[in-house]
């Protein structure tokens, strides 16, 4: 059975640092991981997708990285902004079912 | 493009009434919808994947005689809780993929519904 983690759980960093959130899955036979941000209270925003055929994404000042074999993946934000603030989940998608596997989620604090 | 909604945003009902949700897909043509709880501080539980003209197949431990799902047309899927229950004060979400593009799987999720049993 798949089991996806996130660590940290919280992150608090003041404006300006680069950061990294790690994921890890105990499946390596995925057919794509994803990550996602999601506001309070709010839906989902899909901001980086890797196939697994694939190392990283990249947009803007988020870059994501994909170590299948490894199990694990890992989100960049860079010169990290106040509006970046939020919960970072990742999930992975078994390709079979389509079924998407959600980690525990990082929650993101950036203090101006 | 890759628009999903979701009606209501937000519900508050009784208990022992019952509830639907309602998931679109805008601009494309979702041949599978999935629908998740999220309760809170917690991350998102699949509860049931939805296939266009055909039966919804639940996740183990999800009760489909309460939450009932119908996806009638390509572009809907209903989402009903049955005899609601504190307990299934949670926030919902559903996603949609889109069958006939090239999108490798991606699912495009709706803004949840929050639902309050009182």
């Known amino acids: 059975k798949q089991e996806v983690t996130q660590i940290p759980a919280a992150l608090s960093v003041p404006e300006g640092e680069n950061l990294v959130l790690n994921c890890s899955f105990t499946?390596?036979?995925?057919?794509?991981l994803q990550w996602f941000r999601q506001d309070p209270g709010k839906g989902l925003t899909s901001l980086l997708l890797i196939q697994s055929s694939q190392r990283e994404q990249t947009s803007g000042r988020l870059n994501a990285s994909l170590d299948k074999s490894s199990g694990r993946s890992t989100l960049y934000i860079a010169a990290s902004q106040p509006g970046d603030s939020a919960t970072y989940l990742c999930a992975v998608n078994g390709g079979a079912t389509n079924k998407l596997i959600f980690g525990t989620g990082t929650l993101l604090a950036v203090q101006p | 493009g890759a628009v999903v909604s979701q009606h209501p945003s937000w519900v508050i009902c009784k208990s022992g009434t019952s509830v639907k949700i309602e998931c679109r897909s805008l601009?494309?043509?979702?041949?599978?919808m999935f629908w998740y709880r999220q309760f809170p501080k917690q991350s998102l539980m699949l509860m049931a994947t939805?296939?266009?003209?055909?039966?919804?197949?639940?996740e183990q431990g999800v009760e489909k005689d309460k939450f009932l799902i119908n996806h009638a047309s390509l572009t809907l899927s209903t989402l009903t809780v049955t005899s609601a229950h504190p307990e299934d004060s949670s926030f919902y979400i559903c996603?949609?993929?889109?069958?006939?593009?090239?999108?490798?799987?991606?699912?495009?999720f709706g803004p949840g519904t929050r639902l309050t049993v009182t």
């Open positions: 996603s949609a993929r889109d069958g006939t593009s090239g999108s490798l799987y991606e699912q495009y």
């Open positions: 499946d390596s036979a995925i057919y794509n």
């Open positions: 939805s296939n266009e003209g055909s039966k919804a197949t639940y």
């Open positions: 601009d494309f043509q979702a041949t599978t």
